[in-house]
Structures are given as structure tokens and as C-alpha cells.
């Protein structure tokens, strides 16, 4: 067993908390510190006694000879936090959306590359063991041709620091979803959003997507719903295939009425995430997630909301 990496992990809010826990679980990884601009953060004894809290991340990757950090501080400080890290040199893991925009994102991408780092972006649910089986069954051919698909993320809204919409936000996970499921990408798009709900910014989204592969694929998302689904349904040959990311369950309902449950390895998604994130750290091979996946789907995601503003149905770029 080689050494482990020491990690560090920039914002441990809600979701940087999970990746400083996974990080201080897996065998391949030393948690060695934490940044957090908030001190009550950094003071939470769940970092454990050898991490060194810092409230200037900038601070720590000057003091810390890191091999491997997250970034989970709030969307719109991505791209600052991740130049810090690249200037380092440190391989990063950028959770979604990797940047607030689509400039932004392909500034990222430039940028590591210019330097020759590592970067990944947390579209963690490539790792969900539902989608890992849904898209085996689908590149097998077990579900016969695909003709439509429906992707659903709602839930209630939690409070917390929003700087994007739920575009931004969740929709990122079906787009990126979509792509890697039907392993092609989305050619059309057609949108309605209602904003200014609970946040200055889109809070629903209802949209018509039309994939490359002709599939036809409706998106509806939203943080206004008082119980949380997140789920997909797909339309095949063979019937329909359901799965819900939550409880980890995909069925197959066939035409006959019946169902078939297809049996899934249950595991943590992140564990998964940062696994492999680590693995690309130590060896310098191209990330399973690229800054060209989170900058496709930031295409989608800026036409669905220029296309809910222009009340038109708007094809992405370079995609036919
Ligand atoms: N992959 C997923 O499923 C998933 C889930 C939730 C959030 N996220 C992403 O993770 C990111 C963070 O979201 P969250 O819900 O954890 O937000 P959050 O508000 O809970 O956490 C953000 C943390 O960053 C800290 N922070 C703010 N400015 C900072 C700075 N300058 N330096 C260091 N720390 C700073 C805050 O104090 C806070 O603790 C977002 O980009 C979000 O899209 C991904």
C-alpha cells in the first residue's frame, strides 16, 4: 500500500463536510487540514485532533505540501479557489458546477491545463451504484432502443447560502446525467423557470430537451416541493426503466404489468468520487470527470435559462 495523500478540503459547509469525513475514512487518504472563512466551522471536532484549521485557505496551501484538495466553498468562489489551487500546483476536486459560468469554466479548464494539474468536477452522481447500472444496462442494449427520458429533482428548500439558482444548482446533476446515461449530448433545449420564490434566482425549472441521439428528455427541478424526489424514468423497448437516486433502487416495469428489481451493490457515492479522484492525483491521468464535461453541461444549463427568458426553443452550440 503506497503512502496516503494528504488532503485538505477548502469550505466545510454542508457538503465539504462530508468530503473532510470521506477523506478521514478511506485508506488512501490523510485528512491533514481544513479551510473555512466561518470560525465555527473550523472549531466543529469532527476534523478530529491532527488537522490543522485554517480560516485563509490561501494560508494553507502555502503552509501545507498538499496532494490532493476539495473545493466545496459556495459556487461563485470556485473559480478563485481554484486558480489558488492550480497556482500551487495541487491537484483539485471542484465540486459542481465547477465554476459559476461558462467563461469561467472554460478559464478553469485553461488554466489547468497551462499548468499541467489535475482537475475533476464533483458530478457526484456518475457514482450513484443506480446510474452506474443504468448505464451498463443501457450501452448492453438490455433496454432495446431508448425513445424518452424524465428526470426529476424536487424537494423543499433548505436554508442556507444560496449565490445561484436551482439551474445551476441541481439541474447540473440530470444534464450531466442525461449525457453519460445515453452517452451522447443535448442538442435542443426548451424552458420555463419561475424565479424570486426564495431566491433571487430561477427556483423551478420545466424544461424539453432534445438529445443527439433523437431521445427526448423532460427536466423538472425545483427546491419548492414539500417532499424530495430524485429519480429518472426511462422509455425503451422494453418497458420502463425507474431509479431513484436516494434509496439506491432501479426497476425495470415491463409491458406485461410486472416489475423486475434489478439488484444494485449499494455504496456511498462520494467514497466512490473521491476514490477515484485520488487515484488520478497519485498517477496524473486524465480525470474521469473533465473540465469539458462540466463545461458541456454549462452550456445546457445557461441555454435552458436563456431559453425560459427568450420563450424560444434554443440549440446548444456545436452540438449538431
Ligand atoms: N455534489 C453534490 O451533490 C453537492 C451537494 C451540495 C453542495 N454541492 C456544491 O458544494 C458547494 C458548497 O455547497 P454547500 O451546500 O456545502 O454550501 P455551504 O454554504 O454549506 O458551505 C460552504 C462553506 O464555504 C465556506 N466559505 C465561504 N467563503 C469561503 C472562503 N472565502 N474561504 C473558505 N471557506 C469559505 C462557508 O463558510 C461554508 O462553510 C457548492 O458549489 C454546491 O453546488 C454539491
Redesign the pocket.
Known sequence: MPEPLRAGV?????????HARVYGELPEAQLVAV????EA?LADVRWGGGVRAY???GKMLAEEALDAVS?????R??I??ALACIERGVPLL????LAADLDECIQLKEAAERAGVTMMV????RYNPVVVAARQWIAEGKLGQIHEARMQRIGPFYE??RD?GVV??LA??DVDILRVLFDCEVERVSAEVQSGVRTPYEDSLSAVLRLTSGIVASLEVNWLSPSKVRGFSVLCDQGTLVGHYIPQALTLELPSGESENIPLEHSEP?RAELEAFLSVARSNEPPPVTADDAIAVMRVVEALIESAKRGVALPIAGTS
Open positions: 477548502i469550505g466545510v459547509g454542508v457538503m465539504g463536510a462530508h479551510a473555512d472563512a466561518d466551522r480560516q485563509d485557505y473545493i466545496a466553498v459556495p459556487t468562489l470556485h478563485d479557489v471542484v465540486e459542481k458546477p464533483g458530478h457526484i452522481e442556507r447560502m445561484v445551476h444548482d447540473t446533476h462520494l
